[in-house]
């Protein structure tokens, strides 16, 4: 164990400038963005904003809803007001489907009630407001769908969408500014690739990937520096920072960001600062 005898901390031996971001300690979204959280058993799941369906114009199946219709079915049903206020309003990733051929069609009830074996996010505080059914949607940390949605979205910058599952009337020939559909049921609504309404995406902003090679490389090489570095071994053993939390290195600094999604900038110095530029030259990476 790396310590200082010196208690005076303007004299501190292992004194470190850094960059540090906390945490929000509201749970509050991060605009345009996502709040990544962990379970009690450490797994990430992710928090964020999305449109679900919307209204007043026809989606790209040629149905049209009308916003006021939905508003009452949703907000009228006692199993759907349940369900949200106890965190149990589920959807699952893509609607679900025969998973075999010649497996038939889905039962009816199958279709109505959402499987919690295959929940991939919760809805929550949904609202209806400027032609738009919008919600907060929360990942599910445990299932096989639930992670593997969390994953697409923090490691590979994927956006979701979203296509809601209802229960319903066609209405031939309606007027061409009227709804040619009526809802009597609202069920959920499940991730999709490719969605019916137009705009029925989450508030994330896609993001440009690096090549998973390179990302290796950084995190691997931040964590070679911080290792062979006294002052970052000391920094890292009493801030308490894990290796899997040092993320990578940048412009002679390494990158952290822990389980609270705190983040922190800290700068290296003398020789190893040194060593990690000669290494990233030789690789060309700027």
Avoid at 5 to 10: E, M, P, Y
Avoid at 97 to 123: A, L, V, Y
Avoid at 229 to 237: G, I, L, P, R
Wanted: net charge negative.
């Amino acid at each position: 164990m790396l310590y200082n005898k010196s208690t005076s901390s303007a004299a501190h031996k292992y004194d470190t400038a850094c960059f540090v971001q906390e945490a929000p300690v509201s749970s509050e979204l991060q605009p345009g963005g996502y709040t990544v959280k962990t379970s009690v058993e450490g797994k990430p799941y992710c928090i964020f904003p999305a449109t679900l369906q919307t209204y007043g114009c026809f989606n790209r199946m040629r149905r049209r809803y009308d916003m006021a219709n939905v508003q009452q079915v949703v907000n009228s049903d006692e199993r759907i007001q349940r369900l949200e206020a106890q965190n149990k309003w589920r959807g699952e990733w893509n609607h679900p489907n025969p998973e075999f051929k010649g497996q038939g069609d889905m039962t009816f009830i199958r279709m109505q009630i959402p499987d919690p074996r295959k929940t991939s996010h919760f809805i929550s505080k949904h609202q209806f407001i400027d032609n738009k059914l919008r919600a907060t949607i929360t990942t599910h940390p445990e299932t096989y769908d639930g992670r593997c949605v969390a994953s697409e979205i923090i490691d590979l910058g994927s956006v979701p969408s979203f296509s809601v599952r209802v229960l319903g009337n066609m209405i031939p020939n309606a007027g061409p500014n009227q709804a040619n559909m009526r809802v009597t049921k609202f069920i959920t609504a499940d991730m999709v690739d490719f969605p019916s309404h137009y705009d029925a995406d989450a508030d994330i902003q896609a993001r440009v990937m690096e090549s998973y090679a390179d990302v290796k490389f950084l995190k691997d090489l931040a964590q070679y520096c911080a290792e062979q570095d006294e002052t970052m071994q000391v920094v890292c053993e009493s801030f308490e920072i894990t290796p899997d939390e040092i993320l990578g290195i940048r412009d002679g600094s390494i990158y952290v960001e822990q389980c609270d999604s705190s983040k922190l900038v800290i700068p290296l110095r003398g020789s190893i600062r040194s060593e990690a530029a000669s290494i990233l030259m030789s690789r060309g990476i700027k």
